[in-house]
C-alpha cells in the first residue's frame, strides 16, 4: 500500500521526496513493533499499537521486563519503536576483554573478579592468545600494587605462573560448597563457563529479536539472579580485611588442589 502511493506521488509530483515520505517516517518500526507485540505480549498488541509510540513502547517494556526479562528503556532523544525494533535492549552481564585487564576497565576492579582473575589462566579462547601475557601480567601487577607487604602477595608466588585451569578448581565444589560462596562462580564467570546465557555472553553486540534467544534468555534470567547472588556475597566477604582474606583463600586453594592431585596420582600408581 505504502508503495503504490509513492509511486504515484513520484509520478504526479515528481521532485518532492521529502513532502511524499515524511508521513510514513518511522511507520516501519510501527509495524515491526506491532509484529512483536503480537508475537511476546499478544494479549496487548492492539492496545499498544492505539497509544501514542513512547507510551506504547513504555507499556511494552513494563510488561514484557514482568514476564521475560529486564529491557532497557529508552532516552528522551531516542524514537521509541526503533529503539525497540532494532536490536533486543537488554544489558548483558558477561565479562568482556574490556572489563578484564585494570588498565583498560572504566572503574576498579572488585576483590572477587581480581582474586579471580589471579587464580585463573588467562581466558584465551574468549579474547584472543595474543593478548593474553600481557592481560595476566596487568592482572597479577593490579594484585601486588593492592597487597605490597602483606602475606597475599607471597603467596601468589605459590601459583602456576599461568594461572589455574578452570578444571582444577572446579575440582573443589567437592570441598568448600559453604566455606567459600561464589568463588566458583567468579572463576566460571571469567571463563564465560557458567552455563548461564546472561553471564557467558561475552560479545555484547545488538541481538535481534529471535523467540529461541528470548526464551532462553527468560529461562536463564532467575538462574543468573542466583549467581550473582552469590558473586556479590563473595566479594562483600572479601571487601572486608580484605588482604588477610585474600591470603586465606589462596593458602587454601593452593593446598587442596595439591592434595587433590596427589591423591589421583596415587589411585593411578595403585
Known amino acids: 500500500m505504502i508503495t503504490s502511493m509513492l509511486r ?87 565479562l568482556s576483554q574490556y572489563s578484564y585487564e585494570p588498565r583498560q576497565w572504566s572503574g576498579k576492579l572488585g576483590p572477587a573478579q581480581l582474586l579471580a582473575e589471579v587464580l585463573c589462566e588467562y581466558p584465551v579462547e574468549n579474547f584472543g ?67 548461564n546465557q546472561w553471564l557467558d555472553n561475552i560479545v555484547h553486540g545488538h541481538i535481534d529479536w529471535e523467540r529461541k534467544l528470548v526464551d532462553r534468555l527468560a529461562r536463564d534470567w532467575p538462574g543468573y539472579m542466583e549467581i550473582s547472588k552469590q558473586m556479590k556475597a563473595f566479594d562483600s566477604w572479601l571487601g572486608h580485611q580484605t588482604d588477610a582474606r585474600y591470603a586465606e583463600v589462596i593458602k587454601y586453594v593452593v593446598k587442596t588442589i595439591k592434595q587433590e592431585k596427589r591423591k589421583r596420582l596415587t589411585e593411578i600408581l595403585k
Open 8 to 94: 504515484r506521488q513520484f509520478i504526479f509530483a515528481p521532485g518532492m521526496l521529502m513532502p511524499a515520505i515524511k508521513p510514513f517516517r518511522g511507520l516501519e518500526h510501527r509495524f515491526k513493533f506491532y509484529e512483536m507485540a503480537k508475537e511476546y505480549l499478544p494479549e496487548e498488541a492492539l492496545a499498544m499499537l492505539g497509544m501514542v509510540p513512547a507510551d506504547g513502547a513504555k507499556r511494552f517494556i513494563t510488561l514484557f521486563t514482568k514476564q521475560y526479562f529486564p529491557i532497557k528503556g529508552f532516552d528522551a532523544y531516542e524514537d521509541p519503536m526503533e529503539h525497540l525494533t532494532q536490536s533486543i535492549p537488554l544489558e548483558w552481564h558477561g
Open 129 to 195: 592468545v595474543a593478548a593474553g601475557a600481557g592481560g595476566r601480567l596487568a592482572v597479577i601487577g593490579e594484585f601486588l600494587n593492592r597487597t605490597k607487604g602483606n602475606d597475599a602477595s607471597v603467596l601468589i608466588t605459590l601459583l602456576p605462573k599461568k594461572g589455574y585451569a578452570l578444571n582444577d578448581l572446579e575440582e573443589l565444589a567437592n570441598y568448600f560448597p559453604d566455606l567459600y560462596p561464589g568463588l566458583l562462580w567468579w572463576c566460571r564467570w571469567i571463563n564465560a563457563h557458567t552455563g
